[in-house]
């Protein structure tokens, strides 16, 4: 079987050369679903269409999405880290000086008061 799938990329050459336009037959394999997938193809500026040629490419494929979710968790969890220390270490500043200005009311008060 053959089904088309979507590649990110950055270079523009690769961009260029994947949504030329071109039916190759011994890439494309089927021309119906390679136009489909032109056609439909979401953000021809950074991805380009590639077909997955029996099952083989299919599992390698799910293996690279199931790769990259497990980085962007990853990813997610190091900025959720690193989010708790910021909010952790603004809350301490905060608090800090919070109390420097409750002392220096108190104190200034005190010398209103007397």
């Given at each position: 079987f053959v089904a088309y799938t979507y590649s990110l990329s950055s270079d523009p050459q690769r961009l260029q050369q994947g949504n030329s336009?071109?039916?190759?037959?011994?890439?494309?394999?089927?021309?119906?679903?390679?136009?489909q997938a032109a056609q439909n193809n979401p953000?021809?500026?950074?991805?380009?269409?590639e077909p997955l040629v029996g099952l083989p490419a299919?599992?390698?494929r799910v293996a690279m999405q199931h790769k990259g979710v497990e980085e962007c968790a990853q990813a997610l969890d190091e900025m959720r880290s690193g989010?708790?220390?910021?909010?952790?270490?603004?809350?301490?500043?905060?608090l800090q000086k919070l109390e420097e200005c409750r002392k220096r009311h108190q104190m200034l008060s005190h010398q209103l008061l007397e």
């Open positions: 336009g071109q039916f190759v037959p011994q890439f494309h394999v089927d021309y119906a679903k390679w136009l953000d021809p500026s950074s991805c380009y269409p299919l599992e390698a989010f708790e220390n910021l909010k952790n270490s603004l809350e301490a500043q905060s």
